[in-house]
């Protein structure tokens, strides 16, 4: 199965993504992540004004399947959550790069060198998973 991996976006092995536009960065997961998780039933995040630590868990998300932690691509303080996913943790599937985002950070430093793999990699890691 062919999934999209937007090329302006960064992405971490376990299949988080962040989007970065100045200080601001917006993290999500992936649609290969949420293939994999399947109907998603639960969703975690922190609250707004939190600190996230790159490497670190922000959060976990519930499939039928599994419970999987979220890892932070970036370190900064949560200035935006995706409410409406808290209720309705599934809509992630519809749009996981748009509609679907989880966060938004301030980074603490917009300098900071992220352990990320551009989208060329996360495909061909991905596609030797299936």
Request: zero cysteines; a negative charge.
């Amino acid at each position: 199965m062919a999934f999209e991996y937007p090329e302006d976006l960064k992405y971490l092995d376990s299949h988080e993504y962040v989007r970065l536009d100045g200080e601001i960065a917006t993290v999500g997961i992936t649609a290969f992540a949420v293939d994999q998780l399947g109907d998603i039933v639960f969703l975690e995040l922190p609250e707004v004004g939190d600190a996230v630590e790159m490497g670190g868990n922000f959060g976990s998300i519930e499939s039928v399947k599994a419970v999987e932690d979220l890892a932070s691509p970036v370190s900064g303080t949560v200035i935006d959550r995706n409410e409406p996913l808290l209720e309705s943790p599934e809509a992630i599937a519809e749009d996981p790069y748009g509609e679907g985002w989880l966060l938004k950070i301030r980074l603490d430093d917009p300098d900071e060198e992220l352990e990320t793999i551009d989208a060329t990699e996360y495909r061909a890691q991905v596609e030797g998973e299936d």
